[in-house]
């Protein structure tokens, strides 16, 4: 039976430093590292070794998924890489401290820019320092200037549906490196989650959550590999 393996990368350096991230690139800190060692030697010690790997265009969670494969010894098998497994992105925030924007702006404010499911946060300026769409890596892809959780699903779910269901249908046991935001599309395809929800579902970084499928890749489990 298929089986798919979600992991939300480790901690990276705009976690620890509490700021606004989405699309920007950055790296794991040494916590972030370990994490992700953790959880390959997890999959290692548990036998649940991924035969396929899928990740976004971000280094955090491109790091993650290497570092987990060379701990269970697993760093051959094929890799995609999709910008539409980015985490969404978090507009004219980006870059800002998550406690100084409460500061200014109020916690209801805020709390409505994290964790609504359909209003995006103020989107990011045209020239702004965090504008990416000039970035070699999304030539021909129309970068958002601003995403809400229902505006990420929204292409996380085609791309899961496309590049790996057909994968899945095979019967091989997936791996997905991705993003807080992006694992929540997933999760909430995957396991019926209504919109209200999904945004208090928190996916921490680094724990492997198991999905096993039946042939019509229907959820029949879901489990922290931690917890089995
Ligand atoms: O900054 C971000 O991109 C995300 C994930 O770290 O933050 P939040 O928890 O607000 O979704």
Not at 30 to 42: F, N, P, S, T, V
């Amino acid at each position: 039976m298929p089986r798919l393996i979600l992991i939300r990368h480790g901690q990276s350096e705009w976690n620890l430093a509490n700021r606004f991230t989405g699309w920007w690139d950055v790296g794991l800190t040494d916590k972030g590292i370990a994490e992700a060692q953790a959880a390959g030697r997890l999959l290692a010690v548990k036998g649940m070794l991924p035969t396929v790997a899928f990740t976004s265009y971000q280094t955090r969670a491109i790091k993650t998924l290497c570092l987990a494969l060379e701990q269970c010894d697993r760093l051959w098998i094929p890799e995609h890489k999709d910008w539409r497994l980015n985490e969404r992105h978090y507009g004219g925030l980006t870059g800002l401290d998550k406690q100084q924007t409460r500061d200014r702006h109020g916690d209801e404010q805020v709390h409505i820019w994290r964790r609504s499911f359909d209003t995006p946060p103020p989107p990011l300026e045209k020239g702004s320092e965090f504008d990416l769409s000039s970035d070699p890596r999304y030539a021909g892809v129309e970068v958002p200037d601003s995403e809400s959780l229902k505006d990420t699903i929204a292409r996380v779910l085609p791309y899961y549906r496309e590049a790996i269901e057909p994968v899945l249908r095979q019967g091989e046991t997936v791996i997905i490196s991705a993003h807080g935001n992006s694992l929540r599309a997933l999760v909430k395809h995957l396991s019926g989650i209504s919109d209200d929800e999904i945004t208090g579902l928190e996916i921490p970084t680094g724990q492997p959550i198991v999905y096993e499928l039946d042939d019509d890749l229907a959820a029949t489990d879901r489990y922290y590999l931690s917890e089995r």
